[in-house]
C-alpha cells in the first residue's frame, strides 16, 4: 500500500527576501489555481436535495478515514480497509493514492480482476512508480495476471499518455502560443520534461539548456557509476514525465497564495513527486533547485529509498548558486545561504552533525529552516569541494539500510570519525569568502535602481540617465546578464555587483518586450 500523500514527499524552494529600492510585494489575489486537477468544492444544495458537506467537513472526514484505512491495513484486514477506501475515493477521487490503496485492499481479499482495474484507474490518475507496484507484496495475488501483466509491458505508453492529457488540461488553463499568446507549450522527450512557460523564448530557451547540463552534471557529479547503484537495476526503465510551469509572475503569486496561505511569499517554487508536477517562479535558482528535486527523487524511486531532510534540501540546494564551466560542469558558489551558515559557524550556533542528521521534516522546516537549508547546502558545497560528492553519495545508498542518516558514509569516505570532519568543515566554512545578500549596499551598484521583475531578471526602476540612457538602458528593462554571467533574480544579481569595485565598466544585458540588448555602464559607489 502506499501512504497518504506525504509533505516529504512535496519539496520546495525557501529563499530569502531582499531590500532594494522600489521593491514593491506581489498582489496576493487568489482566483487562478495553477494545480490542473483541484479537488472539487462544495456545492449549495437544491431544495428539497440532502445537504453537500462543506469542503472543511469533507477535509476532516477524509483525514479520518485515512487514519481507520492505514489502521485496517496494520491489522490485516483489508475488508475493513476497503470499506473505508470506497468511501473516501469520492472525497478525494483525483488522487491516485486511494485508488492504489483499494487495488492492495481488493488483492488481499482475492478480488483480483477488480484490484487490476482499481490499479488502472490510479494510473490514470497519476501513479508512476513502477518499483513500488512490482515490490509491493499486497499485490502479489495478481502478478500472474494477464491485465497486470499488461500494465507492466505498457508502462511507458501509460505515462506517455497521462503526460498528453495533462497538457492538453493545460492548454485549456493557460492556452499556448497559438491561441491566448502567453504560454508556450512543449515536451523534452530526451529529460521527460513538459513544459507550461509564460517566459521569453530566448531565455526559456537558455534555461532549457541549462537544465539539460545540469542533467549531466548530476549523472557526472552525483550519480554513483556501477550498476545497479545507479538506476536501481532497471537502466532501460524511461523515468516518469514530469509537468514543469514556469508562470507569469501574477500567476505564480496567485497559486502559491493558495497553495501555502500565508507563508507563501518566502516560497519561490515546489516540486510535488505524488502529482510530478514542478512550479517555479524563475529561471534562475528556483529552477536549479526543484528540477535537482526531481532528479533525486527518480534515483529514489530506482532505489526504493526515502532518504532524510537533509540530503533532499543539501544536495537540491547546491546548484542554486553556480557558475558554468568550459567542460560542462559548474562550480558552486557561496551564497547568502552560506554567509548564514558561516555566521552560525562563527557565532557557534551550527547543529551539530548527528542532530541535523536525524532531524525530520517537520524540524527542518518548521521554527529555523533557512538555517538548517545553510547548512545542509553548505555540507554539500564542503563535500564538492573536497571532491567526495560523488563517493560519499556512492557510499551512501550503498549502505542505505544500514545507516539512512549519512554518518557512516562520511567515515567511509573520508576514512575518519565523523567528529573529525565536522571539525574540518567548520573550518572550512569559517574561511569561506563572505557574498554580498542586497543590491545597492555593497563595494559596487548599477547607476540605477533595480526591482524584483517577474523570474526573468530584475527590471530597471529608474529613468536611466547620462551615459546608461546612452549605453541604450531604458525604464522597466530586464537586466539578464552582467559581463555575460545570466542574472535571473536579485540574489543573483547582488552576489555578482559584489566582485566588482565603484567605477568598473560593465556589460548589462537587457530585454526589452521581445529584443534583447546589451549596453556599457560604470558602476558607482553604493549609497
Given at each position: 500500500m502506499l501512504p497518504a500523500p506525504q509533505n516529504s514527499r512535496v519539496c520546495f524552494c525557501l529563499f530569502s527576501v531582499l531590500s532594494v529600492t522600489s521593491l514593491c510585494p506581489l498582489c496576493c489575489c487568489i482566483c487562478v489555481c495553477l494545480c490542473l486537477s483541484p479537488r472539487a468544492q462544495a456545492q449549495t444544495p437544491e431544495?428539497?436535495?440532502?445537504?453537500?458537506?462543506?469542503?472543511?467537513?469533507?477535509?476532516?472526514?477524509?483525514?479520518?478515514?485515512?487514519?481507520?484505512?492505514?489502521?485496517?491495513?496494520?491489522?490485516?484486514?483489508?475488508?475493513?480497509?476497503?470499506?473505508?477506501?470506497?468511501?473516501?475515493?469520492?472525497?478525494?477521487?483525483?488522487?491516485?493514492?486511494?485508488?492504489?490503496?483499494?487495488?492492495?485492499a481488493l488483492a488481499m481479499q482475492g478480488k483480483n480482476d477488480e484490484a487490476v482495474s482499481m490499479l488502472r484507474q490510479s494510473i490514470l490518475r497519476g501513479f508512476s512508480d513502477l518499483r513500488q507496484m512490482e515490490t509491493d507484496p499486497n499485490l502479489d495475488p495478481v502478478r500472474a495476471l494477464d491485465g497486470y501483466r499488461a500494465i507492466v509491458a505498457g508502462w511507458d505508453k501509460h505515462q506517455d499518455r497521462r503526460i498528453d492529457d495533462k497538457l492538453e488540461a493545460a492548454k485549456k488553463v493557460f492556452g499556448d502560443d497559438g491561441s491566448r499568446g502567453r504560454y508556450t507549450i512543449e515536451k523534452d522527450q530526451t529529460l521527460r520534461l513538459a513544459y507550461v512557460s509564460a517566459f521569453d523564448a530566448t531565455l526559456f530557451g537558455q534555461s532549457k539548456q541549462e537544465v539539460s547540463r545540469l542533467t549531466r552534471w548530476w549523472e557526472k557529479m552525483v550519480l554513483p557509476a556501477d550498476e545497479p547503484l545507479r538506476t536501481g537495476g532497471r537502466p532501460d526503465r524511461k523515468p516518469p514525465w514530469v509537468l514543469v510551469i514556469l508562470p507569469t509572475r501574477e500567476d505564480y503569486a496567485r497559486w502559491a497564495a493558495r497553495r501555502f496561505g500565508e507563508r507563501w511569499q518566502s516560497i519561490g517554487g515546489n516540486y510535488s513527486h505524488d502529482s510530478k508536477q514542478l512550479v517555479a517562479m524563475d529561471l534562475g535558482a528556483t529552477v536549479r533547485h526543484e528540477y535537482w528535486h526531481v532528479l533525486h527523487w527518480r534515483h529514489m524511486d530506482d532505489l526504493g529509498q526515502r532518504q532524510p531532510i537533509w540530503v533532499m534540501e543539501g544536495l537540491c540546494s547546491l546548484v542554486e548558486d553556480i557558475e558554468a564551466r568550459g567542460d560542462d560542469t559548474f562550480a558552486a558558489l557561496?551564497?547568502?545561504?552560506?554567509?548564514?551558515?558561516?555566521?552560525?559557524?562563527?557565532?557557534?550556533?551550527?547543529?551539530?552533525?548527528?542532530?541535523?542528521?536525524?532531524?525530520?521534516?517537520?524540524?527542518?522546516?518548521?521554527?529555523?529552516?533557512?538555517?538548517?537549508?545553510?547548512?545542509?547546502?553548505?555540507?554539500?558545497?564542503?563535500?564538492?569541494?573536497?571532491?567526495?560528492?560523488?563517493?560519499?553519495?556512492?557510499?551512501?545508498?550503498?549502505?542505505?539500510?544500514?545507516?539512512?542518516?549519512?554518518?557512516?558514509?562520511?567515515?567511509?569516505?573520508?576514512?575518519?570519525?565523523?567528529?573529525?570532519t565536522e571539525k574540518d568543515f567548520r573550518q572550512w566554512l569559517k574561511e569561506l569568502p563572505e557574498v554580498q545578500e542586497t543590491v545597492g549596499n555593497g563595494p559596487a551598484n548599477l547607476p540605477f535602481d533595480v526591482g524584483p521583475g517577474g523570474g526573468d531578471g530584475p527590471t530597471i526602476d529608474s529613468l536611466p540617465t547620462g551615459a546608461s540612457r546612452d549605453a541604450g538602458l531604458r525604464l522597466r528593462d530586464i537586466i539578464t546578464s552582467i559581463d555575460g554571467k545570466p542574472v535571473r533574480d536579485l540574489n543573483e544579481l547582488a552576489r555578482i555587483l559584489g566582485e566588482y569595485e565603484a567605477g568598473a565598466q560593465v556589460e548589462v544585458g537587457y530585454r526589452r518586450g521581445g529584443k534583447h540588448g546589451a549596453g556599457r555602464v560604470t558602476l558607482i559607489p553604493p549609497g
Amino acid at each position: 500500500m502506499l501512504p497518504a500523500p506525504q509533505n516529504s514527499r512535496v519539496c520546495f524552494c525557501l529563499f530569502s527576501v531582499l531590500s532594494v529600492t522600489s521593491l514593491c510585494p506581489l498582489c496576493c489575489c487568489i482566483c487562478v489555481c495553477l494545480c490542473l486537477s483541484p479537488r472539487a468544492q462544495a456545492q449549495t444544495p437544491e431544495p428539497g436535495r440532502p445537504a453537500v458537506v462543506t469542503e472543511a467537513q469533507a477535509d476532516a472526514r477524509l483525514a479520518t478515514l485515512e487514519k481507520e484505512v492505514f489502521e485496517a491495513f496494520a491489522r490485516k484486514d483489508p475488508g475493513a480497509a476497503e470499506r473505508g477506501l470506497r468511501e473516501l475515493i469520492p472525497l478525494d477521487k483525483d488522487n491516485f493514492v486511494p485508488w492504489y490503496n483499494l487495488a492492495c485492499a481488493l488483492a488481499m481479499q482475492g478480488k483480483n480482476d477488480e484490484a487490476v482495474s482499481m490499479l488502472r484507474q490510479s494510473i490514470l490518475r497519476g501513479f508512476s512508480d513502477l518499483r513500488q507496484m512490482e515490490t509491493d507484496p499486497n499485490l502479489d495475488p495478481v502478478r500472474a495476471l494477464d491485465g497486470y501483466r499488461a500494465i507492466v509491458a505498457g508502462w511507458d505508453k501509460h505515462q506517455d499518455r497521462r503526460i498528453d492529457d495533462k497538457l492538453e488540461a493545460a492548454k485549456k488553463v493557460f492556452g499556448d502560443d497559438g491561441s491566448r499568446g502567453r504560454y508556450t507549450i512543449e515536451k523534452d522527450q530526451t529529460l521527460r520534461l513538459a513544459y507550461v512557460s509564460a517566459f521569453d523564448a530566448t531565455l526559456f530557451g537558455q534555461s532549457k539548456q541549462e537544465v539539460s547540463r545540469l542533467t549531466r552534471w548530476w549523472e557526472k557529479m552525483v550519480l554513483p557509476a556501477d550498476e545497479p547503484l545507479r538506476t536501481g537495476g532497471r537502466p532501460d526503465r524511461k523515468p516518469p514525465w514530469v509537468l514543469v510551469i514556469l508562470p507569469t509572475r501574477e500567476d505564480y503569486a496567485r497559486w502559491a497564495a493558495r497553495r501555502f496561505g500565508e507563508r507563501w511569499q518566502s516560497i519561490g517554487g515546489n516540486y510535488s513527486h505524488d502529482s510530478k508536477q514542478l512550479v517555479a517562479m524563475d529561471l534562475g535558482a528556483t529552477v536549479r533547485h526543484e528540477y535537482w528535486h526531481v532528479l533525486h527523487w527518480r534515483h529514489m524511486d530506482d532505489l526504493g529509498q526515502r532518504q532524510p531532510i537533509w540530503v533532499m534540501e543539501g544536495l537540491c540546494s547546491l546548484v542554486e548558486d553556480i557558475e558554468a564551466r568550459g567542460d560542462d560542469t559548474f562550480a558552486a558558489l557561496p551564497s547568502w545561504r552560506t554567509n548564514m551558515a558561516r555566521r552560525l559557524a562563527k557565532n557557534g550556533s551550527l547543529t551539530p552533525w548527528d542532530v541535523l542528521f536525524a532531524m525530520d521534516q517537520k524540524r527542518f522546516t518548521g521554527s529555523r529552516p533557512l538555517a538548517f537549508y545553510a547548512q545542509a547546502r553548505a555540507i554539500f558545497m564542503y563535500l564538492l569541494e573536497r571532491g567526495k560528492l560523488r563517493d560519499w553519495y556512492t557510499a551512501y545508498v550503498r549502505g542505505f539500510k544500514s545507516d539512512a542518516s549519512g554518518k557512516a558514509a562520511f567515515e567511509t569516505v573520508f576514512a575518519r570519525p565523523l567528529k573529525e570532519t565536522e571539525k574540518d568543515f567548520r573550518q572550512w566554512l569559517k574561511e569561506l569568502p563572505e557574498v554580498q545578500e542586497t543590491v545597492g549596499n555593497g563595494p559596487a551598484n548599477l547607476p540605477f535602481d533595480v526591482g524584483p521583475g517577474g523570474g526573468d531578471g530584475p527590471t530597471i526602476d529608474s529613468l536611466p540617465t547620462g551615459a546608461s540612457r546612452d549605453a541604450g538602458l531604458r525604464l522597466r528593462d530586464i537586466i539578464t546578464s552582467i559581463d555575460g554571467k545570466p542574472v535571473r533574480d536579485l540574489n543573483e544579481l547582488a552576489r555578482i555587483l559584489g566582485e566588482y569595485e565603484a567605477g568598473a565598466q560593465v556589460e548589462v544585458g537587457y530585454r526589452r518586450g521581445g529584443k534583447h540588448g546589451a549596453g556599457r555602464v560604470t558602476l558607482i559607489p553604493p549609497g
